[in-house]
């Protein structure tokens, strides 16, 4: 439109903290889009130089990793999110997931609002979701996956249910890293590469950001931020199914998400070269 224009800024590196993803975010996006001046503004790329990059530790283990400790090549996994997302026992859910695991699927999932609430509390969902992951394990002969939500109210709470899924000995957790914070999700990445679990992230609250067009920020630049952050999976969006998203501009973000050196290229909305510096892939 005429009233829209693209402006290009540069920042110092030494405004920003070292491997501080909520500090990174204050500086660029804090209070500049609340300007009385400002009809509405859009993030709509950023770079991030390789020196800045270098001081995250990033995903807890990356693509390769994870298709090593699932012993599983050459094919996308396959895995669904347990439906209803709210209202069964922990008892039914943990049984809708060994049907699924069983079934054939590599992965099932927690929804992002299943937390902790009164009709199944954390502690029995894990339990018996572990139970169905190793009974479908043994009937099988693969390795399975259910990725437990372990969001909760305080970081302390969330880092005692990754500890206890660790105890299970399952292979994956799982955080809502917009709902839950940057703060919070770097902790846990930090807590999940320390003790071997992979992380799956959830975007709940993403379309509150990015959805509009003219103000907000996209969604690449969450995505990036995710990778600093830490995370093995993230839900990218797609270009079929009930949620919104642009085929060119979709593949364009998976590609930042996952290769090592992405080319500047605008058709598929990726404003600036990235250079990650082997910083490990999301899925």
């Known amino acids: 439109e005429e009233s829209q224009f693209i402006a290009y800024v540069a920042y110092p590196l030494d405004l920003f903290e070292e491997g501080s993803v909520t500090n990174m975010f204050t500086s660029i996006v804090g209070n500049v889009f609340g300007f009385k001046a400002l009809r509405a503004l859009r993030l709509e ?31 996308p996994l396959l895995g669904c999110t347990i ?17 699924c695991l ?3 699927l590599d992965f099932t999932k927690d929804d992002e609002n299943v937390n902790s609430q009164p009709f199944m509390r954390w502690r029995d969902r894990f339990c018996f979701c572990a139970e169905a992951l190793y009974k479908a394990q043994a009937e099988t002969g693969e390795i399975k996956g ?4 372990a969001t909760a109210g305080t970081c302390e709470e969330m880092i005692k249910r990754a500890v206890f899924a660790r105890e299970l000995g399952v292979p994956i957790v799982m955080h809502d890293y917009l709902t839950g914070g940057f703060t919070a999700n770097t902790s846990l990445a930090h807590y ?15 379309a509150v950001i990015d959805r509009q067009k003219n103000h907000g920020m996209h969604f690449r630049v969450l995505a990036k931020a ?11 969006g797609t270009v079929v199914g009930k949620l919104e998203g642009e085929r060119e501009i979709t593949l364009g973000f998976v590609d930042l998400l996952r ?17 990650w510096v082997s910083l490990p892939g999301v899925l």
């Open 45 to 75: 790329d950023l770079r991030i130089p390789p020196s800045y990059s270098k001081t995250f530790q990033g995903p807890p283990h990356g693509i390769q990793v994870e298709r090593d400790k699932l012993n599983k090549y050459g094919r």
């Open 83 to 99: 439906k209803p997302k709210l209202g069964l026992s922990a008892k039914n859910y943990g049984r809708a997931v060994y049907e």
């Open 102 to 104: 069983r079934g054939g």
């Open 146 to 149: 259910h990725y437990l939500n």
């Open 192 to 206: 999940c590469r320390d003790n071997g679990l992979l992380l799956h992230i959830h975007r709940a609250m993403h």
């Open 226 to 236: 995710l990778r600093l952050s830490g995370g093995d999976h993230i839900h990218a």
């Open 259 to 275: 290769d090592d050196y992405i080319e500047k290229d605008r058709s598929r909305g990726i404003y600036f070269t990235q250079d």
